[in-house]
């Protein structure tokens, strides 16, 4: 061959093909699929010191993420993953979350009228039920449970210690450094309960001194947002080197089971993230996020169970025909597109597989989000990927009036070809029950 006879030919156009290979990856990097975290099991407390030693023994999952478009305000997108590690001890969950941020916000930004809080939150269905609810915050029926890191608490935690006064004075010096020109009331009442009407009935934001620097909430939909009395979640922020470094950490047991998860006897929980960069303006809605993942609890195998798998029988060669495995492999990739039509929350939009009914008032569409059944009559599956990946912006039945409030998302930071094959199949594959009328 002439391979053999001419050697170091051979040797040059390898590494170059390599290297065009790699490049060209670096300028289209494929989208990744869903994340499955695998918590790990200890049996040594876990600290909320983010370069704890401990996490260099537990694996890192990358998690992508993708500008919040769907609800307004729409906006995000400056993180575009985030690192996720997860252990558990026999009392309590801890999670660390990692991402890039090249500036870091500090509570005189966060004060200031332009300037927004660095901060993260994850979020977990609040009830064990079959449907998923919107990754988006939830929806009425689906109610999530939410911990949100802010890098101003973590700041107001990391003061030193100081008697309660000082302490005070400390924390308001991020305010008059924003605004030089504050006056404050100093009379000898200004301190007492009657006026300070917000640390008197418990608004977080009110107090002056933090407990953690992780609030406690639960959603069912965008403006829905709800602190709970129980504040469970304690955390600990770091930047360095141009990184943010969050753990946050709870028990397993519920102290109020009607507004926590019980993690105690759970295998798995779908996971959801969110990210805010204060330097990019990003706040409320304006945000980066996830849809759902997976953690996985790990789960000890009884010794009896052990034996019987390595004993257990092979299995039979398959007897399907050519056609039937066609058709059952078929039936596979439906089955996959309709998990991740789960995963993204579709049915919060679309209706329950697909069927519409969700209204989106001034929305061309007879004001509400189009159904899903029988859109392969309306649609090539080409066309179906192309607004799967890059979203679109409903037209107004009233043009002078405000904006549908639902916009279809831009999935293609959050799925892989396979994901994205599987659910244009299973999109096609909605019918109307009456099929000869259709």
């Known amino acids: 061959m002439w391979w053999a006879r001419r050697p170091t030919t051979r040797v040059k156009i390898v590494p170059c093909v390599v290297v065009m290979a790699v490049g060209l990856c670096a300028l289209n990097p ?118 949100h890191w802010k890098a101003s608490w973590q700041e107001r935690l990391d003061l030193p210690a100081a008697p309660p006064g000082e ?45 953690s620097s992780v609030e406690h909430l639960i959603a069912s939909g965008f403006g829905t947002l709800t602190t709970t009395q129980a504040q469970p979640v304690e955390g600990r922020g770091v930047w360095r080197n141009g990184r943010w470094h969050v753990v946050m950490r709870r028990l397993l047991a519920p102290q109020d089971a009607a507004l926590e998860v019980d993690f105690r006897q759970l295998v798995s929980i779908p996971v959801g993230l969110a990210i805010w960069d204060g330097s990019h303006q990003e706040r409320d809605g304006m945000k980066s996020v996830s849809v759902w993942q997976t953690l996985v609890f790990p789960r000890r195998t009884p010794w009896w169970e052990r034996i019987r798998r390595l004993i257990a029988p092979p299995a039979g060669l398959p007897t399907a025909s050519v056609e039937n495995h066609r058709i059952q492999r078929h039936a596979g990739i439906v089955d996959h597109g309709q998990r991740v039509f789960a995963r993204l929350g579709c049915a919060a939009c679309h209706g329950s597989e697909g069927r519409g009914g969700v209204r989106n008032p001034n929305a061309l569409t007879a004001e509400e989000v189009p159904p899903l059944i029988g859109v392969a009559k309306r649609f090539t599956e080409e066309e179906l990927k192309e607004k799967l990946l890059q979203g679109a912006a409903p037209a107004r039945l009233d043009p002078r009036a405000p904006s549908p409030g639902r916009w279809m998302p831009t999935w293609h930071p959050v799925l892989d070809d396979g994901e994205l094959e599987a659910l244009t199949a299973y999109l096609v594959s909605l019918v109307p029950e009456d099929v000869e009328a259709w």
């Not at 500090?106 to 927004?116: D, L, M, V």
């Not at 005070?168 to 504050?182: C, K, L, V």
């Not at 006056?183 to 009110?206: C, I, Q, W």
């Open 30 to 147: 494929p989208a990744a699929a869903e994340t499955t975290i695998n918590a790990v099991e200890r049996t040594q407390d876990v600290s909320l010191d983010p370069f704890d030693p401990i996490w260099r023994r537990t694996p890192k999952n990358s998690v992508p993420l993708m500008p919040q478009t769907l609800f307004a305000p729409r906006g995000g997108g400056a993180t575009t993953e985030v690192v996720v590690q997860a252990l558990r001890t026999a009392t309590s969950l801890s999670l660390r979350l990692e991402w890039g941020d090249s500036t870091q916000a500090s509570a005189q930004e966060a004060h200031r009228t332009e300037g927004f809080d660095d901060a993260v939150a994850v979020q977990f269905p609040l009830y064990s039920q079959e449907a998923l609810p919107s990754p988006f915050m939830g929806d009425l029926q689906h109610p999530v449970t939410i911990w």
């Open 167 to 211: 302490r005070e004075s400390a924390a308001q010096a991020g305010m008059a450094s924003a605004h030089p020109r504050t006056v404050r009331d100093e009379e000898r009442f200004a301190k007492e309960p009657t006026f300070r009407t917000g640390e008197a009935v418990g608004n977080l934001f009110s107090q002056p001194a933090r407990q």
